[in-house]
């Protein structure tokens, strides 16, 4: 089984069928946002004096980093559309697991609004924060 079906039987089963795995998909997937506003955040807050090395072993990765700063629309671009695209991740899973702790509450729309909540605490103030 590829990792693309294995992907999509996941999202495309009950929530009781894999909610340990569901929920450690969903810790990666956090960790991953986290670790990509980091860059964000490390790749613009360089200045030009701490991208100078008298170091060999440190000069390749610099002269990547440097090419990377050349072109900071594109650099920037890359990094919100690859965060979107986890957000997005994030927002599915989460959805599916609904059935483990929603399952007592009716009304679809504050079922709606916990959602919100959860996710947008979890990703936005606890990843964004700490990074």
Do not use: C
Request: aromatic share 14%; proline share 2%; charged share 15%.
């Amino acid at each position: 089984m590829s990792s693309e079906h294995f992907l999509i039987s996941i999202f495309s089963y009950n929530s009781e069928d894999f909610p340990f795995l569901k929920i450690f998909l969903l810790i990666i997937l956090l960790i991953f946002s986290g670790i990509i506003s980091g860059s964000e955040v490390a790749f613009f807050s360089l200045t030009r004096n701490q991208l100078v090395s008298e170091n060999k072993k440190d000069q390749s990765s610099l002269d990547k980093i440097r090419k990377l700063l050349d072109r900071p629309k594109r650099l920037l671009a890359t990094i919100l559309i690859a965060n979107n695209f986890i957000n997005i991740a994030i927002v599915l899973l989460f959805a599916s697991l609904e059935g483990l702790y929603l399952s007592g509450i009716e009304n679809p729309i504050i079922v709606l609004i916990i959602q919100v909540g959860l996710i947008t605490f979890f990703d936005f103030l606890f990843w964004r924060y700490i990074t």
